[in-house]
């Protein structure tokens, strides 16, 4: 027991040391009753009240107490024993855990412990698509509400987990390496470089707001380093994707057609939680991929991510971690924001991108922003983004305004400003003109006045001028008149 137990990871030798367990294995001999003929418990009682106390046990697993009535034929017997057993440890006030195995027609092979005992937890395996899957489900829980669902559990090295278990420890080895998005723009965002390889990316967006579109890029940019891609998708067919996709300018089939690019369409609803996970393991084996697309991880999760589901989510990013590829993972936001998916996957990847549309003036605009990415220096900013027949383009940031612009709104706003300006122009040549006549007319002055002092300086030359004549005109006169005296 000791040695089989340790497989699931339980030290039994070690409880036992520490005097906080205590094992009894009791056997019967077949022949011992049939010669008494009379059987009790009695002897059970005595040792498994040695062995409570030895410990102080709070707990006691009975496993498979159905050994001890083997060969017994007298039923009344058996079931008055049984009852006398269930209510001695409930004297007890120990808590009992008591497997027995399926009977036909009943649950338990003397259809007596299921009546009695206050939990009965029914376990089966049963083979569904070629795989085993194990089943556990809550048949009655006295004074307790519970879950009516099967749900699905697996045994491995970690003991028993209700939802399977992958989790390898955080022992990723963290690369370097940076890797395209397949978006530049966003690689810009993302420190100028885009993502580490071996990372985590999330994308979470509300319906229709380009996640798969932004994820096709994703796996193309891998396909293009010629890396190997593995494309999980839960709403579309590999044929919707490809098609779709063309109608953005990616062609992802010809990765298809090389082998690169594997996509594997799986309803949701086909398996449960386990099978999915069994069938992502076998995918991810046989195609050893370098780029992982989950498209959208929230359709693993039918009870939503707001439920538990958030360690389901840890388990899914941590095998593809696990796997060392770098994984991108898109999520159907709830409601406006994402901020269910958020609560839950959020710590669990390195960068988180969001993805919204902005109502501004009767329309709908996307926008992207990076609420987080380890390691990096990325962008704080929001940034409209297209879905064009050229794929995803990120719009310049505008900075125009004060706030943030999308769509009509920023065309409209830059048409604004367009008008401004040109206002702004015509009026600066207005008064450049009237500037400019004025000096003319200043000009156009200084050149009557400079006329003018000409004219002046003129007349002022012939006055002059004249008066020089006339006096000397005057003078020889008065010569010729002294000159006519004397003669
Ligand atoms: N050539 C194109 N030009 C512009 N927009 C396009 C073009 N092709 C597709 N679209 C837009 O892309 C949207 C779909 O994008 P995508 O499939 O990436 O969104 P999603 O977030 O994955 O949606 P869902 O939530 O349905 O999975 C369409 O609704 C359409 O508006
Ligand atoms: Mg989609």
Redesign the pocket.
Known sequence: MNANVASLGFDLQKLQRAKKLAIDFVYIDKSEIAETGEYDLEGLFVRLNRAIDGVGAKRILLDTPDALFAGLSNTAILRSELRRLFSWLKQKGVTTVITGERGAGTLTRHGLEEYVSDCVILMDHRVQDGAVTRRLRVLKYRGSTHGTNEYPFLIDRKGISILPVTSIGLSHVASVERVSSGIPALDKMLGGEGIYRGSSVLLT?T????????AAHFSDAACRRGERCLYFAF?ESPDQIIR?MN??GIDLNRWVRRKLLRIESIRPSAFGLEMHLVRMHSIVEQHRPQAVVID?VTSLFPYGLARDAGSLVLRVVDFIKGTSATAFF?A?GIGSDSQETAISISSLVDTWVLLRTVEVSGERNRVLYILKSRGMAHSNQVREFL???KGVRLREVYLGSGAVLTGSARVAREAEDRRDEVRRRQEDSRRETAVKASLAAVEARIAVLRAKQKTNERELAEIAEESALRRRALSSDREDLRRSRDG
Request: proline content about 5%; aromatic content about 0%.
């Open positions: 967006g319906a229709g707001t380009g996640k798969t579109s932004m709403e779709n109608s953005i959208p898109t159907l879905l064009t027949d």
